[in-house]
């Protein structure tokens, strides 16, 4: 399917929002997420089910001073 990944289309197999994020390179990353402009928990991703058009938003911390 085709969801649109922090503004990019990409096309993933995976069913939900965990198996997405490991499909897409993020495996074990500390990241926030957010679908369709939803926070989603990482406790949550699993449960998370994704579909065609989808807003994916990926968010990793940034550091610096």
Do not use: C, W
């Not at 969801?3 to 965990?18: D, F, H, K, W, Y």
């Amino acid at each position: 399917m085709k969801i649109n990944v922090n503004g990019e289309l990409r096309e993933i197999t995976s069913p939900n929002l965990a198996d997405a994020l490991d499909e897409l390179g993020y495996g074990d990353a500390k990241i926030a997420t957010a679908v369709n402009e939803n926070f989603i928990p990482a406790t949550l991703r699993h449960d998370t089910e994704l579909v065609q058009n989808d807003r994916l938003e990926i968010l990793a911390p940034m550091q610096g001073g």
